[in-house]
Structures are given as structure tokens and as C-alpha cells.
């Protein structure tokens, strides 16, 4: 018995979703929502509580600052939702009277420079951002001084900042609102691990998904399958017999209060050592390149303490004199979903599993890329093709013939 002639007798949806996270609640989003499609969506969820899904964990941060045109008018996107977000989502929050609110803090991002190279770099990548319509300026030392006199700015060069969508908002509230609105409009969350695909073979080596099999031991089967699992995409391709490089890379961010913090609206700061700092409620939040980058294992959530201490402290401090005296707060690691190919998203089917799309691999971008993501994917299953944003620079083709498109901006 074939497994498509089998998938016939099991529950069956036209669009099965692997992970709800910020990428699998945008699809969700996308596909009843945005593209109007009107087939059955389930969302298959193995985290109730995502307390592991980076979508819980980040910054919340979005930015135009990207070296790649796509990634550009994706956090465009992005801010447009952000920006129409009571309108988008007031509905599935009941209409009534409290206008949903995705706290977006529009403080802009604050690239520094310090070496030839740094600066050379960041001329490049304005000029790229200017083209694609972002907002944002290059500044002179004595500039930055004028607008953030906290700073040291001894060994700068030349700083960049994004004067308009840019800033920092509320992850959850967004995966919140997307699922929501999705769920409203017809979508299914199936809480369960998806374990593994059926396979039929009547297209090409690889076949098609006929079904995706789940822990509990239920199969649901599928027309047309999305890999969104985040770090563990890479695990999810392999079922389908693809060798998908993502895997899960750790971040740890630290919070601190500071005895006399300098006088805001501050952006986020990112040093020329990479090491970034934005204000968080009443203090701050803050982070660091690893010195060291191997794959984790997807449930290794220990955070790397020295990282504060060896770090980001001291280079915070040698930044600013009121980075000096602080109060250390809550830490956590979360895990970037990495590409090792070339640092950005594969949105798209390998030409050998046509219907299994993935959408996967932002690499520490995905929040704000996501309803970007969910929008397109939402078009490409609902309509054939894109016809919005055209993200085919993010097709899986150039994995496979070798075209790397890499995000020289990834933080
Ligand atoms: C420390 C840190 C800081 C970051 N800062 C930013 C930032 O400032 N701005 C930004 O845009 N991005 C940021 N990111 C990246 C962002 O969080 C991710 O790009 C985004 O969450 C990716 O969304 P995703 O849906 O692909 O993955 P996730 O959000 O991880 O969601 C994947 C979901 O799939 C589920 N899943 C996986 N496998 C299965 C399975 N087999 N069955 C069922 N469910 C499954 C998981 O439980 C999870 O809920 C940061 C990430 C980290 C770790």
C-alpha cells in the first residue's frame, strides 16, 4: 500500500504548517488572512508555551540596516504592519475599545565604525540601503556626539543611524496577533510534534509529502507541507530526504540597570566589536558575537555568563562612563536559526519536494522579516506566486546551484 493511497483514510489538510513559531503563525496569517485562501491550514505546534522558540527569546528588533535589497523591503514590511497593527489585528482582539498596541519603539539603530574596513563597509551598505528606499544617515563622530553626548567616541570613524523604521517592539505581541487573526479566520493549532513525513514517489527521487506523522502517533495528511521550524528546519528538510544547512546557534542577552543611565530617546548601539545595547523598560538590554559559534544541541538553553563579564560589560563600559556602575539582571540563550550557507532565509520548495515549502533560516532575523514571510509564502501557496514582495532571492535554487546571497548585516 503506498503511502499517498494510505493518506486518503487519515485527517487531511490542504496546508500543514510545522511550527507555529514567528514564522509558522506569519504563514498562518498570510495564507487566510492576507491571500484569502479559503483551504484547511493547521499549524502543528510542538511548545505550547514556545518557552524554547526563539520567537519568545529575542530583542524584538527591526531594522532597515541589511546589506541584502530583500531583507530591506521585508523589515519595510514589517514596519508597516507594526505601524498598522490596531487596524490589522484590533478585530481578532475583539474590536472593543482597547486598540491593540505592538509597543514599537521607533529609536532607530546605531551602527558604529572604527577601522578603514568598518567604514568602507558601512559606505557600501548605506548606499545599497538608500537605494531601497531606507531612511537612514551616515554621521560624523562630532554628529553622534551632538545626538548621544554619553558616548566615547575616541577611535570612530563615521556611525550610521536609521532616523525612521527602525526600533524595538513587543516579539510575542506580534506572534500573538498573527496566530490569533489566522486561528479567527479559519486556522487550526494541533498541538503535537511532528516526527517525520510520508513520502510518496510519483514526482522526481524525492516525491511529495503525502503526510506529516506526529508524537502522539496521529498522521495529518497534506497537499501541500511548510517547513517553519526555526532552528530545527534543518531536521525537518531531512525527512523529506533534503540537506537543508540550518541549524540552531546560541545567543545569550543580558539585562542591566544602570545607577545613572544618559538621557533618552537612545537607539540601539551596536559597537564596532558587535557587542549591541538598547534600552529595555527602565534599563537595558544587551548581547555579543559569540567568540566561539558551533551548532547546539536544539534543547541546550544554557546561557554563556562570562560572555557579560568578558565582554559586554567591559566593552559597554570603555563605550560610555555610565555603563561603568550597573546592576546585572536576568539573562537567557535562545538560538538563532543559522544558515551556514550564506546568512539569510530560504523561503521556497527544493525543485525535487515541490510541495514542501520551506521558510526557514533567517539567521537572527526572522521576527521582523516574518509577516514579510508570511505574506509571500501566503501568495506563493494561495496563487502560484508571488505578488507582493517578490522574495524568489530567497529561493532554495541557490543553494543549489551555488549563488549565496549573504546578509553582510547580521548582529
Ligand atoms: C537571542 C536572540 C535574539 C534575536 N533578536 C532578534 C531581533 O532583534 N530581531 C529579529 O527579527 N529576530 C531576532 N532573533 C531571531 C528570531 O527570533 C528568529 O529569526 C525567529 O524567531 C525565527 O522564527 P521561526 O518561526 O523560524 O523560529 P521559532 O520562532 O523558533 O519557531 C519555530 C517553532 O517551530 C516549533 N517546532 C520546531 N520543530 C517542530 C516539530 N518537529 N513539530 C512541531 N513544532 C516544531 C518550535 O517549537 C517553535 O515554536 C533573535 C533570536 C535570538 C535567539
Not at 38 to 67: H, K, M, T
Not at 163 to 172: H, V
Not at 233 to 246: F, K, M, N, S, Y
Not at 260 to 265: V, Y
Request: glycine share 12%; charged share 20%; aromatic share 8%.
Amino acid at each position: 500500500m503506498s503511502a499517498s493511497s494510505s493518506s486518503a483514510r487519515i485527517p487531511s489538510v490542504d496546508v500543514a504548517i510545522v511550527g507555529g513559531g514567528a514564522i509558522g503563525a506569519a504563514v498562518a496569517w498570510g495564507l487566510r488572512v492576507l491571500a484569502g485562501f479559503e483551504g484547511s491550514v493547521a499549524v502543528i505546534e510542538r511548545d505550547a508555551s514556545y518557552a524554547g522558540a526563539s520567537v519568545a527569546l529575542n530583542a524584538g528588533g527591526i531594522r532597515a540596516q541589511f546589506s541584502t535589497a530583500v531583507n530591506i523591503a521585508l523589515s519595510a514590511y514589517g514596519v508597516e504592519v507594526l505601524r498598522a497593527f490596531p487596524d490589522l489585528f484590533g478585530a481578532s482582539f475583539g474590536g472593543g475599545a482597547a486598540r491593540p498596541d505592538p509597543g514599537f519603539r521607533e529609536h532607530g539603530y546605531l551602527f558604529l565604525a572604527a577601522t578603514p574596513a568598518q567604514e568602507a563597509a558601512m559606505r557600501a551598505t548605506h548606499a545599497a540601503q538608500r537605494a531601497a528606499g531606507a531612511e537612514v544617515v551616515l554621521l560624523t563622530p562630532a554628529e553622534v556626539a551632538a545626538r548621544y553626548p554619553h558616548l566615547r567616541l575616541e577611535e570612530i570613524r563615521l556611525a550610521s543611524l536609521g532616523l525612521r523604521g527602525e526600533g524595538w517592539f513587543d516579539n510575542m505581541g506580534l506572534h500573538g496577533a498573527m496566530l490569533r487573526a489566522a486561528r479567527a479566520a479559519g486556522a487550526r493549532v494541533i498541538r503535537d510534534e511532528a516526527v517525520g513525513f510520508e513520502m510518496t514517489a510519483d514526482r522526481g527521487p524525492g516525491g511529495r509529502v503525502a503526510a506529516v506523522r506526529l508524537a502522539s502517533g496521529a498522521r495529518l495528511g497534506c497537499g501541500v507541507a511548510v517547513n517553519a521550524a526555526g532552528p530545527r528546519a534543518g531536521t525537518v528538510a531531512g525527512w523529506a530526504g533534503l540537506a537543508l544547512p540550518i541549524e540552531p546557534r546560541k545567543r545569550t542577552l543580558f539585562t542591566f540597570d544602570c545607577a545613572a543611565p544618559p538621557a533618552g530617546p537612545l537607539p540601539l548601539m551596536i559597537d564596532p566589536s558587535g557587542v549591541f545595547c538598547r534600552p529595555e523598560g527602565t534599563g537595558f538590554l544587551a548581547g555579543a558575537p559569540p567568540v566561539e559559534d558551533p551548532a547546539v544541541a536544539p534543547e541546550d538553553f544554557e546561557p554563556r555568563h562570562a560572555e557579560f563579564e568578558d565582554i559586554v560589560w567591559p566593552t559597554l563600559a570603555a563605550r560610555a562612563e555610565c555603563f561603568e556602575a550597573i546592576r546585572p539582571g536576568r539573562f537567557w540563550a535562545g538560538h538563532y536559526e543559522w544558515n551556514r550557507f550564506d546568512r539569510n532565509g530560504v523561503v521556497g520548495a527544493h525543485p525535487e519536494v515541490p510541495n514542501l515549502i520551506h521558510a526557514a533560516g533567517f539567521s537572527g532575523h526572522g521576527l521582523q522579516h516574518a509577516p514579510g514571510v508570511g505574506r509571500g509564502v501566503g501568495e506563493l501557496i494561495a496563487h502560484g506566486a508571488y505578488r507582493s514582495l517578490d522574495l524568489s532571492p530567497l529561493g532554495y535554487e541557490r543553494l543549489l546551484e551555488n549563488r549565496p546571497l549573504v546578509e553582510e548585516e547580521v548582529i
